[in-house]
């Protein structure tokens, strides 16, 4: 009998998975013992730290995606459609085409997206660098801003790379020094909790460089509604902020698979070493849909798929899976145009922080080129 | 323990580690009404500190904190 494997979700982490998969199992798969199907709603995979550029005109949206054909692994089904519905108990998936398909292994990595409508007025008051079109919507609007107060807003927590609010103000400083404008544009970072990152070392390191850079930083701020015609971000704290241009971090969500298939309230419950889910059997979650406590990061989804793929390649080869994850998580931080730094820590470690340079800053922008031979699983 | 607050809603954020239980609190006080009663359980100590500090500063009334084997239980009522 053939051990099916379906990845839900061909970003980052199912990409990585699977082409694991196709590595450790290539004999099974080729006899007929097993076989791997990711299905992703649509072609492409989009790169998304490419976004961060997009605003300062360093990258395009169109080059930050790829044809999953030409990512996987010729040992892996792709089909592209939408999973609509998962039922755990007759372990099978339907799809937006009308069919069911069965598996004996389940892996959930649907990523996170933005729900800008759970926050009245954010819509239509605020732009962000998050997905496709915001980015390319706030390109537009930051070419032709050139007085007035900034303020970039962190509203929706957890939210995808942990670091890039920071990475946006840094960047944007330096940018607008560059131009000549910096003296006409004020800016403002906000932060929900009582510092300016939720990593207490990250907010230690930061607090006196946004000083430096003269950016303003308010915290135990969340901002509950935004007026997009008098322009002002009100807070659950009672407090108002005007302002000219809003970049916001938005609410995110997961599909809604997963809270009516039972795997979560939002985000699928795991174990945080294992992966596999709390409230199904045969069903694993890696990348941002998982809820373990660490970020929603690419490099996190990289090393849970590593972790996954090695467990159901034991499991359909009859052996007990040993592979754990420990939380590893690695960021860049970008801490202008042409500065950078990065963080390594596992769960609940407090990372390290390391002074910015130029070659780091180098590293990041070879490393996004070259990430997508990480996604084929070349390196 | 006859004065331990009665929870109209619980949110369990044990293992996850700063800023996770605070930030799952102020998700829940967005979503509950004015007078709500909100059992918070952490594993983080941390949130002894960070959970009061943040209602003060909303405006939110700490009913009081439970120290629970492994644990601590923070109740809270919304205004
Ligand atoms: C601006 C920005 C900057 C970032 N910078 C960094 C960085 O510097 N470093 C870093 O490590 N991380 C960074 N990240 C985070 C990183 O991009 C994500 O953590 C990563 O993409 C998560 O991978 P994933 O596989 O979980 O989800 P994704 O890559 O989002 O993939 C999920 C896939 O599932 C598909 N899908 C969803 N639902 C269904 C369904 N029902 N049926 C079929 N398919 C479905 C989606 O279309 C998508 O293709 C950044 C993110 C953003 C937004």
Redo the contacts with the bound molecule.
């Keep these: 009998m053939t051990e099916e494997i379906v990845v839900?979700?061909?970003?980052?982490?199912?990409?990585?998975l699977a082409n694991r998969l196709a590595d450790r199992l290539e004999p099974a798969i080729e006899s007929g013992d097993a076989h791997v199907t990711v299905?992703?709603?649509?072609e492409?995979?989009?790169?998304?730290?490419?976004?961060?550029y997009v605003p300062f005109g360093k990258k395009t949206v169109e080059e930050a995606k790829r044809p999953?054909s030409d990512l996987l692994d010729r040992h892996v089904e792709l089909r592209v459609?939408?999973?609509?519905g998962l039922d755990t108990d007759a372990k099978s998936v339907s799809?937006?085409d009308g069919d069911d398909m069965a598996y004996d292994h389940l892996v959930m990595?649907?990523?996170?997206?933005l729900d800008p409508e759970e926050v009245p007025g954010l819509a239509e008051g605020g732009h962000h660098?998050?997905?496709p079109e915001g980015?390319e919507s706030l390109r537009d609007e930051l070419a032709d801003f050139e007085e007035g107060h900034l303020v970039l807003s962190v509203i929706g927590v957890p939210?995808?790379?942990p670091?890039?609010p920071l990475?946006f103000v840094f960047m944007a400083d330096d940018w607008l020094r560059q131009r000549g404008l910096r003296e006409d544009i004020e800016i403002t970072y906000t932060y929900p909790i009582q510092r300016a990152h939720g990593l207490q070392s990250v907010a230690d390191w930061a607090t006196p460089k946004l000083a430096d850079r003269d950016i303003n930083l308010e915290t135990f701020f969340n901002a509950e509604r935004v007026d997009p015609e008098e322009q002002v971000l009100e807070t659950m704290e009672g407090n108002e902020l005007d302002y000219d241009l809003l970049v916001a971090i938005p609410p995110h969500t997961a599909?809604e698979?997963v809270s009516e298939a039972g795997l979560g309230d939002t985000w699928v419950d795991v174990d945080r070493a294992t992966l596999e889910a709390e409230q199904a059997e045969d069903v694993y979650a890696?990348?941002?849909?998982?809820d373990v406590p660490t970020?929603?990061?690419?490099?996190?989804?990289?090393y849970e798929?590593g972790v996954v793929a090695d467990r159901i390649a034991s499991r359909v080869r009859g052996q007990t899976p040993t592979s754990v994850y420990d939380g590893k998580?690695?960021?860049?931080i970008e801490t202008g145009m042409d500065e950078a730094t990065f963080v390594e820590f596992g769960y609940g470690d407090e990372p390290t922080m390391r002074e910015p340079s130029k070659p780091v800053h180098w590293a990041?922008l070879g490393?996004?080129e070259s990430y997508w031979l990480t996604a084929r699983g070349l390196l | 323990m006859s004065d331990t607050p009665t929870p109209d809603v619980e949110i369990d954020s044990r293992g996850a580690t700063c800023p996770g239980p605070l930030m799952d609190l102020i998700g829940k006080v967005k979503e509950v009404e004015a007078g709500t009663t909100i059992e918070l359980l952490t594993s983080d100590e941390g949130s002894k500190n960070d959970v009061p500090e943040w209602l003060d500063e909303a405006g939110h009334e700490l009913l009081t904190i439970e120290a629970v084997d492994d644990h601590w239980a923070i109740y809270v009522e919304t205004t």
């Design positions: 839900v979700g061909g970003g980052t982490g199912g990409t990585v299905i992703n709603d649509g492409y995979q989009y790169y998304k730290p490419a976004y961060l999953l459609d939408r999973v609509t799809l937006e990595a649907t990523g996170a997206t660098f998050y997905g980015t939210h995808m790379c670091a890039a990475e599909s698979l890696i990348g941002d849909v998982a970020s929603k990061a690419g490099s996190v989804a990289h798929a998580t690695v960021c860049f990041k490393y996004n």
